[in-house]
């Protein structure tokens, strides 16, 4: 049993790590809580059927169009939406209400065109999977969590070795100050926008293939991924995936002993418990501290 709740967190936080570095992303950036990269995170599992089960086309050349689908989303809700209303003197509140309110939008237009039922990416012969001390975990999980360690690292590596990197801190350091010295702020913001929207598409493409996808699966793997983001600022791309873990792991063994309507309970408990103990002022998001 113990194998097998691992192996299950392992999946669930590949699963989710994408989003969660991807809301972290917006966070460091602009300070926003972006509601928007749960449609996005729909975006990417919906637009990967599309174009495997009704359209044909082979999932090595979906995989992109998914994670474009997310990319394009997060562009259009800050070209449109956020960068408006910034110009409008809206405070951070009524970004977050709007962000909300993309994510029903879109998700009930997901419901109009494809209805309610859960959607499977993958289709063929159900296989026990790899044993291991006693667990199973299936050659698709095993390519979500391959998927996922490497997406981290390719981030991480961009994020403290690249110019782009080293901007993108700038930008979330002091955007005015970016300006001043002839970094486009703005753009750069659009860019963080993208990589987070392509971020949470990639986290949905690995729902699709693993759990299968519905239009309200998205706020679920969203509010992981916020406290993940909360929990794990402090240290960069790799401290939002240990946070994921964290999470995905008190997630599997807490309802070992209880039900499983108490995982959500669970995810909110940690972030509590980490908001009561953590030092005073707490850590500075990791962006703005290496910038």
Request: glycine share 12%; hydrophobic share 55%.
């Amino acid at each position: 049993m113990f194998w097998q709740l691992l192996l299950n967190a392992f999946v669930a936080a590949s699963i989710a790590v994408p989003l969660a570095i991807g809301c972290a992303v917006v966070y460091w950036t602009v300070g926003l809580f972006d509601f928007s990269l749960g449609a996005s995170f729909v975006a990417g599992g919906y637009c990967s059927f599309v174009l495997v089960r009704l359209i044909g086309v082979p999932f090595f050349l979906a995989l992109p169009g998914g994670i474009a689908a997310g990319a394009i989303l997060g562009i259009l809700a800050r070209a449109f939406v956020y960068r408006p209303l910034t110009r409008r003197g809206s405070n951070p509140l009524l970004l977050l209400l709007a962000s909300l309110g993309i994510y029903i939008a879109f998700q009930n237009t997901l419901s109009l065109v494809f209805g309610d039922a859960t959607k499977s990416l993958l289709s063929g012969p159900v296989q026990a999977g790899y044993d291991i001390h006693g667990g199973r975990i299936t050659c698709i999980q095993l390519v979500t969590v391959s998927g996922s360690i490497c997406f981290v690292i390719v981030l991480a590596l961009l994020q403290n070795l690249t110019k782009s990197g080293k901007i993108l801190r700038a930008v979330a350091n002091d955007s005015t100050l970016a300006d001043i010295v002839g970094i486009p702020a703005n753009r750069w913001i659009l860019i963080a926008h993208a990589i987070a929207g392509g971020a949470a598409g990639l986290s949905g493409i690995f729902a699709a293939m693993t759990v299968d996808i519905s239009p309200t699966i998205g706020m679920g793997f969203f509010m992981i991924a916020t406290v993940a983001a909360v929990v794990g600022s402090s240290g960069g791309v790799g401290g939002v995936a240990l946070g994921v873990l964290l999470i995905a792991c008190a997630g599997q063994f807490g309802v070992w002993k209880l039900s499983s309507q108490w995982q959500g309970s669970i995810t909110f408990a940690i972030l509590l418990v980490f908001m009561l103990l953590r030092s005073q002022g707490g850590a500075q998001p990791a962006l703005r501290s290496q910038a």
